[in-house]
C-alpha cells in the first residue's frame, strides 16, 4: 500500500504530490504527454503559454483523463478582474490556481471570493518566482531578498483567505514553522540529481523538499525530456516514498 502523506488537507499518496508542468506549444503535444503519464502522477500544470494558445477546454481534455488541474496563470490585476478569473476558472473546473501576492491584500481576498462563487477551487499565491534572485529584486527598487521578502507574503497569503503559497524549495525552512497545515506550500524548482537548472536559480531535489514540508511538487522538464516520461515520473514518486 502506498504511504499516505497530505496536500493541505487531503491525505494523498506520493504519485499525488507531483505536479508536472506541460509546458507545450499545442494541445496535441499536451495531451501526447499527459497520455504518456496518466498512471503515474495525479497532477498537471497549465500554465500562460499553453492556455493562451489553447483556451479553457484543455482543462477539460485533462480532467477527462482524471487528472487533477493547476491552472498556473498567476492572475496580478484589481480585485474585480482577479475576483472575475478565478470565478471563470473555477467553473472551467480548475482544481488549483495562482495569483500574485504582491497584488496586495484586497486581490488577494477577491481572488478567494471568486473561487468560492465559481464552484470552488484551491487558490496559492506566489511570493517571488523562483527565477529571481536578490539582484533581481533590487533592479525593480524591492531591497530585500527573497528569503526576506517570501515570508512577509506568505502570511499575507494567509491572512487574506489564500489556500498556500508558491516558494522555492529554499525558503521551505523559513515558511513551515509558522505556516502549517492545513497551508498548502507548492514547490517549482525541483531538479532530480543531475537534472539541469535551467532558468531556475533555487532549486532542491524531490526528497530533499518533500522532508523540509513541502505539499506539492512542480517537475516539468526532468519528466517531459527524458527518454522515457512515463519511467522519470515513477523513479520519482519511488524517491518520494522512500524520504
Known amino acids: 500500500m502506498d ?21 507545450k506549444n499545442t494541445v496535441d503535444e499536451a495531451l501526447a504527454a499527459a497520455d504518456l503519464l496518466v ?5 498537471v500544470k497549465v500554465a500562460t503559454t499553453l492556455f493562451t494558445r489553447v483556451g479553457p477546454r484543455i482543462i477539460n481534455e485533462l480532467k477527462g483523463r482524471g487528472f487533477k488541474v493547476f491552472l498556473d496563470l498567476k492572475f496580478h490585476d484589481i480585485p474585480a478582474q482577479v475576483r472575475g478569473a478565478c470565478r471563470s476558472a473555477a467553473t472551467e473546473g480548475a482544481d488549483l490556481l495562482t ?13 478567494a471570493e471568486g473561487a468560492l462563487a465559481g464552484g470552488g477551487c484551491k487558490i496559492v499565491g506566489v511570493t517571488v518566482l523562483t527565477s529571481l534572485d536578490t539582484a533581481d529584486l533590487n ?17 499575507l497569503a494567509r491572512d487574506s483567505g489564500l489556500d ?12 513551515r514553522p509558522t505556516l502549517p497545515a492545513p497551508f498548502m506550500l507548492v514547490t517549482p524548482g525541483i ?38 516520461p512515463a519511467a522519470a515520473a515513477r523513479a520519482i514518486v519511488a524517491e518520494l516514498g522512500r524520504a
Open 164 to 175: 498556500g503559497v508558491v516558494c522555492s524549495p529554499l525558503e521551505l525552512d523559513l515558511l
Open 99 to 111: 495569483v500574485h501576492c504582491g497584488g496586495g491584500r484586497a486581490m488577494m481576498e477577491a481572488a
Open 191 to 228: 531538479r532530480p540529481p543531475g537534472s539541469a537548472k535551467g532558468d531556475q536559480k533555487r532549486v532542491l531535489t524531490p526528497s530533499q523538499a518533500l522532508q523540509k514540508g513541502a505539499d506539492l511538487l512542480v517537475i516539468g522538464r526532468p519528466i517531459l525530456n527524458a527518454p522515457d
Open 139 to 155: 533592479q525593480v527598487g524591492i531591497n530585500k531578498s527573497p528569503a526576506e521578502l517570501a515570508p512577509v507574503l506568505a502570511s
Open 3 to 23: 504511504p499516505v502523506f497530505m496536500i493541505g488537507s487531503m491525505p494523498s499518496n506520493p504519485r499525488e504530490r507531483i505536479a508536472v508542468a506541460l509546458d
Open 39 to 43: 498512471d503515474e502522477v495525479a497532477w
